[in-house]
């Protein structure tokens, strides 16, 4: 999606972020403008659309937020609590539930606050500290866990922002 700024990459480094977080911060902020501008001005009914068997991109949005704060915890260190388990399972059922694009956009503008809060209180003394992921308590550190947040951030901002493209594609009238 075109805005007049150019990418957050190009607009300098984020105050607060260390400097092996920034691209992690960029990409975070990237997605987060990327997916406000593609899903702008849909109705509940496209959220909720899905063309030719297509992943609704409501489904993505919600995701992004779940995901992202799930890996956010795992790179603290920390286990997922119960709210966080409830979101999990709730996120399976989101289709039959269609919140608003409103409501979805809301909760992944505040995640997005959260990591960059996150990165900016992370030191990068810290990016090699061992890190366990999930029941199986699978390996990884915290820069792989901050990377991996931001990289899967981007994916599924690519997701909606075709979508969006695709679900006004076949719901909107065309222009004269």
Do not use: C, N
Request: aromatic residues 4%; neutral net charge; hydrophobic residues 45%.
């Amino acid at each position: 999606m075109s805005t007049p700024l150019p990418e957050p990459w190009l607009r300098g480094p984020l105050p607060g972020i260390p400097a092996l977080l920034q691209p992690a911060a960029h990409a975070f902020v990237m997605a987060r403008e990327d997916v406000e501008a593609a899903v702008r001005g849909l109705s509940v009914e496209q959220a909720w659309v899905s063309p030719s068997g297509v992943t609704p991109l409501g489904f993505h949005v919600a995701h992004l937020s779940g995901s992202t704060d799930r890996l956010l915890t795992y790179a603290r260190g920390d286990r997922l609590d119960a709210a966080q388990k409830a979101a999990l399972v709730r996120e399976g059922g989101l289709t039959a539930e269609r919140p608003s694009i409103e409501s979805l956009l809301t909760d992944w503008q505040a995640t997005v606050d959260r990591a960059l809060a996150q990165l900016a209180a992370t030191p990068e003394t810290a990016l090699g500290d061992a890190r366990a992921v999930g029941r199986a308590q699978l390996p990884s550190t915290v820069l792989g866990l901050l990377f991996h947040a931001a990289e899967h951030a981007s994916r599924h901002t690519g997701q909606i922002v075709t979508t969006a493209r695709l679900v006004r594609a076949l719901t909107e009238a065309p222009r004269p």
